[in-house]
């Protein structure tokens, strides 16, 4: 999956920021963040990121804790990356990396606003200042009517974007990356000037600034996909359906590595064979939902106690998998081992990229499709 739905990050982000500071009338006397968060929400965030994020990110956001996951700290990182590239990579991870989507859309575990306030509270911690001009005209949005737009689209633009934005001549502008990382301003910008030296006409002379901003608007309502409807998140399966191969007999994967691993050949070969088992997958949710290993159940690294509650405790054996290759489902196994009551426990070696890169099959969240082999 690319990153996509980014048109409401750009607009809850600048603009809530943007409100925030047209609500300060006088300035305060000793400059406070634009950005500064109730403490409540600042504690809300501060909760999330133990949580969900200081796993690989390190508790004091300090990086590479697992998985060669980046600082959280960098003022360059926080201040470069603008709160709206900052809030893409959390909402919608980055896809071939263990870096998954925490947005609900896609099945992760927080909401829109929760995820603005992680940004303005990654950036508070960082002591990060927003950058001049970032809640300036450069970023505000560009409003139009859809419709029209759409009809300016197909008479000027649809002979080289591509009647649906796939692209010819002109680039593909239905590429959700690309609505992603440009504002609207920037659309426009390309639309009134041209791109000198290129075949992009500029069109300041040759459309009205309604029909500008018009057309402006309509790409910018594609940025969720030409066509897209709302992405259809699959139900993980019941707690009744945890067991795979629930009359097969007991796997035999010989001795564990480090008295833990299972190695993707062996697993292979026992679900080949049918065993009975439980499979876990511990990622974030989000990546459950994109592709996963056949029968398994999502249980996020950041799983409460209660989710544990559906597991057998009769002996089947669990395996545990994450992307990370492992630091998520180690932590899940060792949760597992110290509650106790689960005699057979395991983690696959490879991770799931691992046994992606070797060829193992996945299945995608929708069930309706073959999932595209994740990137190794
Ligand atoms: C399973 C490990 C893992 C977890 C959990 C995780 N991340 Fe990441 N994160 C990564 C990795 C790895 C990358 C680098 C991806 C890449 O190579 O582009 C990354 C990248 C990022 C980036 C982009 C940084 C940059 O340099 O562009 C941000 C921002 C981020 N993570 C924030 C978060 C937040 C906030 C959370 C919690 C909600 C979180 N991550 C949870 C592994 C993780
Ligand atoms: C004659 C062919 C042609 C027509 C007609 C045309 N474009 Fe383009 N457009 C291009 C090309 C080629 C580029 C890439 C220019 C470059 O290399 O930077 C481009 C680039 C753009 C970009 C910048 C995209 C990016 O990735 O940076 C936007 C936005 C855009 N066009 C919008 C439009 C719109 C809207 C219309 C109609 C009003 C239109 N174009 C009509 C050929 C065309």
Same mark, same amino acid.
């Given at each position: 999956?690319?990153?996509?739905?980014?048109?409401?990050?750009?607009?809850?982000?600048?603009? +809530?920021?943007?409100?925030?500071?047209?609500?300060?009338? =006088?300035?305060?006397?000793?400059?406070?963040?634009?950005?500064?968060?109730?403490?409540?929400?600042?504690?809300?965030?501060?909760?999330?990121?133990?949580?969900?994020?200081?796993?690989? !990110?390190?508790?004091?956001?300090?990086?590479?804790?697992? #998985? !060669?996951?980046?600082?959280?700290?960098?003022?360059?990182?926080?201040?470069?990356? &603008? =709160?709206?590239?900052?809030?893409?990579?959390?909402?919608?991870?980055?896809?071939?990396?263990? &870096? +998954?989507?925490?947005?609900?859309?896609?099945?992760?575990?927080?909401?829109?606003?929760?995820?603005?306030?992680?940004?303005?509270?990654?950036?508070?911690?960082?002591?990060?200042?927003?950058?001049?001009?970032?809640?300036?005209?450069?970023? #505000?949005?560009?409003?139009?009517?859809?419709?029209?737009?759409?009809?300016?689209?197909?008479?000027?633009?649809?002979?080289?974007?591509?009647?649906?934005?796939?692209?010819?001549?002109?680039?593909?502008?239905?590429?959700?990356?690309?609505?992603?990382?440009?504002?609207?301003?920037?659309?426009? !910008?390309?639309?009134?000037?041209?791109?000198?030296?290129?075949?992009?006409?500029?069109?300041?002379?040759?459309?009205?600034?309604?029909?500008?901003? #018009?057309?402006?608007?309509?790409?910018?309502?594609?940025?969720?996909?030409?066509?897209? +409807?709302?992405?259809?998140?699959?139900?993980?399966?019941?707690?009744?359906?945890?067991?795979?191969?629930?009359?097969?007999?007991?796997?035999?994967?010989?001795?564990?590595?480090?008295?833990?691993?299972?190695?993707?050949?062996?697993?292979?070969?026992?679900?080949? %064979?049918?065993?009975? &088992?439980?499979?876990? #997958?511990?990622?974030?949710?989000? &990546?459950?939902?994109?592709?996963?290993?056949?029968?398994?159940?999502?249980?996020?690294?950041?799983?409460?106690?209660?989710?544990?509650?559906?597991?057998?405790?009769? +002996?089947?054996?669990?395996?545990?998998?994450?992307?990370?290759?492992?630091? %998520?489902?180690?932590?899940?196994?060792?949760?597992?081992?110290?509650?106790?009551?689960?005699?057979?426990?395991?983690?696959?070696?490879?991770?799931?990229?691992?046994?992606?890169?070797?060829?193992?099959?996945?299945?995608?969240?929708?069930?309706?499709?073959?999932?595209?082999? %994740?990137?190794?």
């Amino acid at each position: 999956m690319t990153p996509r739905r980014f048109a409401w990050m750009t607009l809850v982000l600048l603009g +809530g920021l943007a409100g925030a500071s047209a609500a300060q009338a =006088p300035a305060p006397a000793t400059p406070r963040p634009a950005q500064a968060l109730s403490e409540q929400a600042a504690k809300q965030a501060g909760d999330h990121y133990q949580r969900y994020c200081a796993l690989c !990110h390190g508790r004091d956001r300090e990086g590479h804790a697992n #998985d !060669h996951a980046p600082s959280l700290r960098s003022r360059s990182l926080l201040e470069s990356g &603008m =709160p709206v590239i900052i809030g893409e990579a959390i909402a919608y991870g980055r896809p071939g990396t263990p &870096m +998954g989507g925490y947005v609900d859309e896609v099945g992760g575990p927080m909401t829109r606003a929760q995820i603005v306030d992680m940004v303005r509270w990654l950036r508070q911690q960082a002591g990060v200042q927003p950058l001049a001009g970032e809640r300036g005209a450069a970023f #505000d949005r560009v409003t139009g009517d859809i419709g029209n737009g759409a009809v300016v689209y197909q008479r000027n633009c649809a002979s080289c974007h591509g009647a649906k934005g796939e692209g010819g001549t002109g680039t593909a502008l239905a590429n959700p990356t690309m609505l992603a990382l440009t504002p609207d301003r920037f659309l426009r !910008h390309a639309i009134v000037q041209g791109r000198q030296g290129t075949p992009m006409p500029a069109f300041g002379s040759v459309l009205s600034e309604a029909q500008i901003d #018009d057309v402006t608007a309509f790409l910018r309502s594609r940025s969720t996909g030409w066509t897209a +409807g709302k992405q259809a998140l699959r139900t993980p399966p019941a707690a009744g359906d945890y067991v795979i191969n629930k009359n097969g007999s007991a796997p035999d994967f010989g001795a564990l590595k480090d008295d833990r691993y299972v190695s993707a050949a062996v697993l292979d070969r026992e679900l080949k %064979a049918r065993r009975r &088992m439980v499979l876990l #997958d511990t990622r974030v949710a989000s &990546m459950w939902q994109m592709a996963h290993i056949e029968g398994a159940v999502p249980v996020p690294y950041y799983s409460r106690e209660e989710a544990f509650a559906a597991l057998p405790r009769d +002996g089947t054996w669990i395996v545990a998998y994450c992307e990370c290759p492992r630091a %998520a489902a180690d932590s899940v196994v060792k949760r597992l081992r110290e509650e106790g009551g689960f005699e057979n426990t395991a983690v696959l070696w490879e991770g799931i990229q691992g046994w992606v890169s070797l060829g193992y099959p996945v299945v995608a969240g929708d069930a309706s499709k073959p999932a595209a082999p %994740a990137k190794p």
